[in-house]
């Protein structure tokens, strides 16, 4: 009986799992505070003594950006059998500040089980999902050799935009080659649904700057003639969708890939309510692009929100200005077939000819990123699929994910491999709120689904 | 030869009237700021005493609004003619603060004549032009008796938004009865150009608060059903006016008065080039309701106005935030045969039918002012425009003005009598700006103006 038909979950130790996570979830590495320096050491620290029990060469490696030093990486690797695939598995062990602190029921940094949930700072995101592929890879090792190579990349700065990630990965690029990237750091779709999440929504977000007169104008004296550049901001804003919820931008839609029959029946398919939905952030509808459901609108459909906006007299009371400047952040979530700084260009070219008469638009560009899709015929999808049936004893879901996940842009940029996402946690886990947590079972479930993904990558 | 007949231009004592006047600008009465306290107080002191000795019934009041002291309001009174009319002259003491004070050429509370002007803060607002008043009553009591009966009514808060005049006005109001108000606080419409204002707008300005979702979302999970706010406002904004920049508001412009073909062939002629008036402001157009001239859409016509506007991020970077709210303030200017109270009503029914689903909005009335409009045929109009012919050779222009002056709707509410605004100063006079000046020439006119309005008055 090799290990792959061995039911692995019966071998599962479940309590030395939890006490040694518990162990990490002590240490409060929180790499927004410079206070925690010692305690980002003690944590990386911790990781690589873990993955050096288990046999992985391990180190851990300083990092900088732009001329200042940053949180260390942990790398570690077991290259064991030639001819086999690699898979890095991706995590990061820092974690969101605690504040407010009153807030939290139990001590952020004392993990506490209440009714089956680790309670703690990093428990979902993401020390708990992290640590349960190191403790995947030790079940398996527990059983024999591993099924394929394995190569462990856990930062520290993912909680503040991981500066010093890409740098990093362009060093050490031929190192960390892989045939797969595997990471588990988001929320399956619910909790009765072990999830693929195969797409997420690229980004082009912009700031467009309006000036009218070179001064602000009173607008006794003024209104009536002069421009005023919160309203022509309004109206460039107003111009940029129609009454559809259509993106007006000359050539936006090019590319854009269409949903399948496929996908849109087996979206149609998952528990979503659009009561519920609406209820869960209190409103009263939720407006989008006409011809398409919720769920495909926030997954595999480009949208336009203004983030941002600002002008003229915002204190109490009222002040009869006509500013001479107005400014909004407006950004689009991209989706395959859309590239992000050909997007930003459009909205360059098409927001000066939307301007009314009398005012000056500038429009920057301050921040891309590549919307992600895997191939859902891909082997590691179908791997991922089998594995989560052997755990859940049931199909996956296939779903996207509406937002961006920048670092999965720079993998497959700098690293040229396939990114494969796998969630263990749950919205409801509350990851950067207070009273964080993590479900013993949906650990367990993770450690589970690890060990079996890396066998059924290895066959 | 009576005093109306005589040439008083030979008889002004120019050199005692600049000395006089260049006294009370050297009191710093900055009425915004309390450590001016007593400065408030030494120049009432100075009025009355000037006051007192033209034989004036002259008085310092105390004032109070909310129970809260106020600046002293300066009155003075002389009935020496019964059946002639009573004219009340208004003006202010207090002046603006002088910061950036670096920025004054000379000291803004030493009065300094350069190139013909005197530049000294108060100059044209409004010690100039009220003391102007003051000395055009001496120069005809040099002569013999008053030609009407004079108040004087000169206020310490006027740059504060005279928060004491209402309940003052109010108090006082059988006193202070008079058949005319005559007020010289603003500015002629060109320097070669006596003018009578016959026109202000009036204004009613609203605060639209929109709510989208309960709590500031993640664009990426949210953007595409989420409610937007900030594109709700600008939606709302854009449903304002039309493309031809006509209010859409139902029933906006019911009553409004049209512009007489006399009107408008009047202010035709007045020296106003569209080019020079853009560029006085750094504009490249001159936007504003189709069909109407600049001038016309300055001071006949109603506007709409964002004055403030806000929501989501402002920062520096990028943000992925919908936010949960959103807010801007708009006013409205308004015109003779509109009534504020109206006008906000009527915004307040209408934006919520123009706002998109999903969002709740409230729309909060925070000001309003009835515009103002004196019949041109009115005797006191004719006065001024003969007492102007008399001082300048040639015939006053009769203008409007795009802003409202709240103490004249007050006036008129509270007193009932009707106002006449024939204003000395300039624009470039610079009022509330560093190197605040007023032209000798125009001080010098604006006494013997004062002089023979008051003889036309008395006709």
């Known amino acids: 009986m090799t290990t792959s038909q061995t039911d692995l979950a019966a071998l599962l130790n479940r309590e030395e799992a939890e006490r040694e ?4 979830l002590r240490i409060p590495s929180v790499s927004a505070d410079p206070t925690h320096a010692e305690d980002m050491g003690r944590a990386a620290g911790f990781l690589r003594a873990k ?12 990092t900088e950006h732009g001329g200042k030093a940053g949180h260390p990486v942990v790398y570690a690797e077991r290259q064991d059998v030639p001819g086999k695939p690699t898979v ?8 969101q500040p605690e504040a407010p602190v009153e807030e939290w029921v139990s001590p952020p940094f004392e993990p506490t089980v209440r009714e089956g949930r680790i309670y703690a700072r990093g428990s979902t995101d993401d020390k708990g999902q992290a640590y349960a592929h190191v403790r995947g890879v030790e079940l398996l090792l527990s059983q024999g050799e591993l099924p394929v190579n394995v190569k462990f990349l856990l930062e520290g700065e993912e909680e503040v935009g991981s500066p010093s990630l890409a740098a990093y990965l362009g060093a050490h690029a031929d190192e960390l080659k892989a045939d797969v990237i595997l990471i588990s750091d988001g929320s399956r779709f619910a909790p009765d649904v072990p999830t693929v999440t195969y797409g997420l929504r690229g980004l082009s977000y912009v700031e467009i700057l309006v000036q009218g007169a070179n001064r602000d104008l009173h607008s006794g004296a003024y209104g009536g003639a002069a421009p005023n550049p919160i309203n022509a901001l ?63 609108r926030l997954w595999a459909r480009p949208t336009l929100d203004v983030n941002g906006i600002w002008g003229g007299y915002q204190g109490e009371g009222s002040k009869t200005v006509i500013a001479a400047k107005a400014g909004a952040k407006v950004s689009m979530r991209l989706v395959p077939g859309q590239d992000p700084e050909r997007i930003t260009r459009l909205v360059q070219e098409y927001v000066p000819t939307i301007a009314p008469q009398g005012v000056k638009v500038e429009v920057r560009a301050l921040h891309g990123g590549q919307p992600v899709k895997v191939d859902l015929d891909s082997p590691y999808i179908k791997a991922a699929d089998r594995a989560l049936q052997r755990v859940y004893g049931r199909p996956a879901a296939f779903a996207r994910t509406g937002g961006s996940i920048p670092i999965v842009a720079d993998f497959r940029r700098l690293l040229g491999a396939p990114v494969l996402l796998v969630d263990f946690g749950l919205n409801e886990d509350a990851p950067h709120s207070p009273n964080e947590s993590f479900a013993l079972e949906d650990y367990h479930n993770g450690i589970l689904t690890s060990a079996y993904l890396l066998q059924e990558l290895g066959e």
Do not use: N
């Open 88 to 95: 890095l598995i991706y995590g990061h062990y820092d974690v």
């Open 234 to 296: 309004a109206e460039i804003i107003c111009g940029l969708k129609d009454e559809q919820g259509r993106v007006t931008i000359p050539g936006f839609y090019d590319g854009v890939e269409d949903l399948t029959p496929e996908e849109r029946e087996m979206w149609a398919r998952l528990p979503h309510s659009d009561e519920e939905f609406a209820a869960s952030i209190g409103a009263s509808a939720l407006p989008g692009e006409e011809g398409y459901s919720t769920l495909e």
């Open 51 to 62: 993955l050096e029990s288990l046999g992985f060469t391990a180190r851990v490696d300083a």
């Open 21 to 24: 996570l518990f162990e990490l």
